[in-house]
């Protein structure tokens, strides 16, 4: 079945924050474990693309680590519940996504990496949240509701298909669409090509240099994250935000300026309610980048072109 055959109710699970708040929270330090595995492994990317995770067919995904002469990867797969290590030597490893306390996912995830012959020295507390309490002794995270992973999962999915169509507008330079583990959200970000003023920092527990080079260049972005919302949000934001930027008027109806956060929000709930839900996000995503866009002066002309520029020649060589 389709996205377009199934309901919007069946496409656009509902999982109100409230339900699952425990198991986010749980959820959200074992990412940053997986993450920071992956951070120590990959070389630096532009914007530290090269520590996040990518919706899979499972569930979360490292995608392919190098590692020596080897490689590895790791998944979160939100199906059987379990975390799933392969290495390029045919090995695997797994751990189980059970209720268990982020001191022990800690050390049994350590241990099936030394079990495949993969040392992984990270820094060991989370980034970008406070208390950040050391992993090995993290006994107060220690929730999982399969059910909940399963739909946050699900949420992912179907934010990452509308992003990624919406990224598919643009030719200049763009990020993937990428979960972010530090602030636990799904993203993807449009360049100007110009450079940034100097981010001011003041992340918890995140080195000021982290930020500056995350914001080095002028920017618009948007994703997903479980919260902003009842059921979550859908954020977009400008760095520097340009004069004017949040009165611009958007769309739809339902998107507002959180003075709070900085960034347009459209909660995750209208989505789910509307009638075209995929035309509601996507309508959110392109009027919130025009208010970057025009308001900052990017050559918008250089910089987009549209997905199906090359369809009529193709028909036509038929």
Known sequence: ???????????????????????????????????????VNAPLLNHWWQVTLYASARGLTTSRIPYRAEAFDMEFDFIDHRLVIRSSNGSSKFVSLEPKPVADFYAQTMQALADLGIEAEIQSRPNEVEPAIPFA????HASYDAEAAHLFWRQLLQADRVLGEFRSHFVGKVSPVHFFWGAMDLACTRFSGRAAPPHPGGAPNCGDWVMVE?????????????????EG?????AYPEPEGFSAYPVMPPGAFYSSEYRQFLLPYEVVRSAEDA???VSEFLHSTYQAAADGAGWDREALEDHPDRWRDEQSRRR
Do not use: N
């Open 214 to 230: 995350g914001y080095s260049r002028e920017l618009s972005s948007c994703g997903f994250w479980p919260g902003g919302g009842d």
């Open 1 to 39: 079945m389709t996205a377009k055959q199934m309901s919007d109710a069946d496409v656009w699970p509902s999982l109100r924050v409230a339900d699952w708040t425990a198991t986010r929270d749980t959820l959200h330090m074992w990412t940053q474990i997986v993450g920071k595995i992956r951070l």
């Open 233 to 237: 949000a859908f954020y977009s934001y």
């Open 137 to 140: 002794e993290d006994y107060e």
């Open 278 to 280: 995929d035309r509601m």
